[in-house]
Structure formats: C-alpha cells, structure tokens
C-alpha cells in the first residue's frame, strides 16, 4: 500500500493500554490514528474511510470483507463494569429502556438478554447525548464506556452485561476487536501485536499517564477487560452473532 494504514480506535479508557504503543510512536510510520466512538469506527471501517478499527462486533456481518487481524481485543470473562443497565427499581419494573447511541453491539447484548435470560419487555428507546441524566424511576439506561464508570456511582441497581451473559451462557463475551477489511500483510500483523502488547507491559505507565478516580484502573484493565484472552475469540464471536439474527 502506497500510503500510510488508517487505523481507527476507540475513545474509552479501556482502549488505552492497546493504543499506548502507538501514541508512544510505535508504527508512526506506518499508520494514522483516528479516534472516535465505537458506532462511528464501525461505520468508517463499513465505508472503508480506515482500514482497521476497533469495532463492535455486531457489525461484523455488515463487512463485505473482513479480517480479524490481532491477538489483542476488548473481551471480558464476568463482569465488565464498563457496560451495564442501570435502573432505580428492579428489573421487573422496568418500563423504558434507553439505549446507549454509542454502541451497536452492547445495545444487541442487551436485546439478546432481555428476551432470553432477563425475560422481561420494555419499550427500547433510541437515546441521544445527555439521556443518563433521564435514567430515574421506571426508565433505565444502557450506558457503555467512561460514562458507565460514571453511572455506577449515581444508579442503586447495575446490571453487568457481560455478567449475564456469562449467566446465560456459560461463555465469556468479546465486545470489539481489531479488524481490518483488507489484508495485511504478516510483517504488520506482527508490529501491530507488539505495539497492542507495549501498553500490557506498561500497565503501570498507562494508569499512571491517565488519572482517574471514578473507578481503580489497574482492576479496571486487570480484572474486567481481557485484551489478550485465551479463550477462542471466533467461537464466542459466532454465537454471539447468531443469537443476534433474531434481535435487529
């Protein structure tokens, strides 16, 4: 390729280990990072605006070609904490839900959960900017990322959604993964895994160069998020996305 790779990644915090290297100089000659939120990674990668992204894997099917092309991933085994509905009352008096504009396969998730595990109805809510403010009463919210790190400080219930789902089906769950809708090639591959791993050996480093105090960062990047798991990544990804068929 006679340009440089356009590599999209997420504005969380759980992103930053996986990108340290790279906004350390890691590869500077050989990619540019676009950050941005994950539906809008998802949708550049679908309109080949980048070449890789760290997407939600819903959109995966929406690929005319793809490739999940690193070892390293947004995974969990258990809770998450960073994506969770979050109430005032007890799920079976939920009556409104609304729904996280930042993420299609967390909103997919929880489709899948309220139908099969949750058994439970209430109205979805498409949600814009600001709507965590209007989780009160019967109306939930789902809420990924940083600001679900936020809201577990305000909502008396939280429900983890990797946690349920794990309820569900004994399985961990994978989130977002480093896909490209091209090839590359191995030599590449190889540098983009060494520079994912440089933030894993540094996780001191990255705590230390992102100071937060709503939610401990090191259980953050150590207990919740798995970003090299050794489970198999495309079994639990193609459950996941059969369930899904039945939930657009």
Same mark, same amino acid.
């Given at each position: 390729m006679d340009r440089k790779i356009r590599v999209g990644a997420v504005s969380y915090l759980n992103t930053k280990p996986l990108i340290f290297g790279f906004e350390k100089g890691m590869m500077k000659e050989s990619i540019d990072l676009v950050i941005d939120y994950p539906a809008n990674i998802a949708i550049q990668l679908i309109k080949n605006e980048i070449d890789i992204g760290l997407i939600p894997v819903a959109i995966l099917p929406q690929l005319k070609e793809y490739y999940i092309m690193s070892d390293y991933c947004i995974a969990s085994d258990g809770e998450v904490a960073s994506v969770c509905l979050f109430s005032d009352v007890p799920l079976n008096e939920i009556k409104t839900i609304l729904l996280d504009y930042q993420s299609r396969t967390s909103v997919a998730l929880l489709k899948v959960l309220l139908k099969e595990h949750w058994k439970i109805s209430p109205d979805l809510v498409q949600a814009s900017e600001g709507y965590e403010n209007a &989780? !009160?009463?019967? $109306? /939930? %919210?789902?809420? =990924? %990322?940083? +600001? /679900? #790190? *936020? *809201? +577990?400080?305000? !909502? =008396?219930? &939280?429900?983890? #959604?990797? $946690?349920?789902?794990?309820?569900l089906t004994g399985k961990p769950f994978v989130f977002a993964a480093w896909v490209s809708n091209k090839q590359m090639t191995q030599q590449f591959i190889a540098n983009f895994n060494q520079a994912n791993k440089f933030g894993l050996d540094n996780l001191e480093r990255v705590v230390r160069e992102n100071p937060y105090d709503t939610y401990d960062l090191h259980t953050y990047y150590t207990d919740n998020i798995k970003f090299n798991p050794q489970f198999d990544k495309l079994e639990v990804i193609t459950l996941f996305l059969e369930k899904i068929k039945s939930y657009k």
């Open positions: &989780i !009160s009463g019967d $109306t /939930a %919210g789902l809420v =990924i %990322g940083d +600001r /679900a #790190l *936020q *809201q +577990r400080l305000k !909502s =008396i219930f &939280i429900h983890d #959604l990797s $946690t349920s789902w794990k309820e």
